[in-house]
């Protein structure tokens, strides 16, 4: 475990929706987590997850905003708005980073989806 973030999801822009990868949103407190992409678990109403999270700024949409956890869960579809969730860390994928197009961000996060399936499977 790389870390573990718990909190009531918060209203985003819905960017992530848009692009075709609905996420929830955390905020963060402190700085003892690492920004960048992770494969994650998702420990929801009794049940776990797998996922993949981005923790940071959003550079490529806010620039400097504040610092949040961002998860699209897989094969999930549910309004959870306010509800608790606690993300458990389990692998580094690459660091945050800004992109210069929406798609250019689109295609990156496919790629993470990915890594964090393929992760997931051998783990």
Do not use: W
């Not at 690459?94 to 496919?110: A, C, P, S, V």
């Amino acid at each position: 475990m790389l870390g573990k973030i718990e909190g009531y999801v918060v209203g985003g822009n819905r960017l992530g929706r848009n692009l075709g990868f609905p996420t929830a949103n955390l905020k963060l407190e402190g700085d003892d987590i690492i920004d960048g992409v992770y494969a994650v678990e998702v420990l929801y109403d009794g049940a776990i997850y797998k996922g993949v999270a981005n923790v940071g700024v959003k550079p490529t949409v806010e620039g400097s905003g504040d610092r949040l956890l961002e998860v699209n869960i897989f094969d999930f579809d549910r309004d959870i708005y306010d509800q608790y969730l606690i993300v458990v860390l389990v692998h580094y994928i690459r660091e945050e980073r800004k992109f210069d197009t929406l798609d250019e961000l689109k295609d990156r996060i496919e790629k993470d989806r990915l890594c964090a399936m393929q992760f997931f499977e051998r783990n």
